[in-house]
Nanobody
Framework: QAQLLESGGGSVQAGGSLRLSCAAS????????MGWFRQAPGKEREFVAR?????RYADSVKGRFTISRDNARNTVFLQMNSLKPEDTAIYYC???????????????????WGQGTQVTVSS
């Protein structure tokens, strides 16, 4: 059974950095697009970044976050720099079809989800 397991979350002060990892198992994800979403308390889950044959970012993280992948290790990363208190959320890894057109930022574009890892940024 396909599984995604996030790690690397934690608490950091504003301006700091964290690197999230998502290890995939149960199948080979090199032919899948991988994404990161986040959900803050009382808010909807929102798109953060995606890597397929291109990379895409939410405007709120562009220039601060970088998504990358290591297909040999079946792992995707999210490097988060210049963190802000508003980045506080549970971060979820997701996997889905490589080509989904303009729906890439929607939850429906992803078939597999991890359990999430908490990121807390204090001011």
């Amino acid at each position: 059974q396909a599984q995604l397991l996030e790690s690397g979350g934690g608490s950091v002060q504003a301006g700091g950095s964290l690197r999230l990892s998502c290890a995939a198992s149960g199948r080979t994800f090199s032919s899948f697009a991988m994404g990161w979403f986040r959900q803050a308390p009382g808010k909807e889950r929102e798109f953060v970044a995606r890597i397929s044959d291109t990379t895409r970012y939410a405007d709120s993280v562009k220039g601060r976050f970088t998504i990358s992948r290591d297909n040999a290790r079946n792992t995707v990363f999210l490097q988060m720099n210049s963190l802000k208190p508003e980045d506080t959320a549970i971060y979820y890894c997701a996997a889905g079809p490589m080509y989904v057109g303009s729906t890439y930022y929607t939850r429906e574009a992803y078939a597999y989800w991890g359990q999430g890892t908490q990121v807390t940024v204090s001011s």
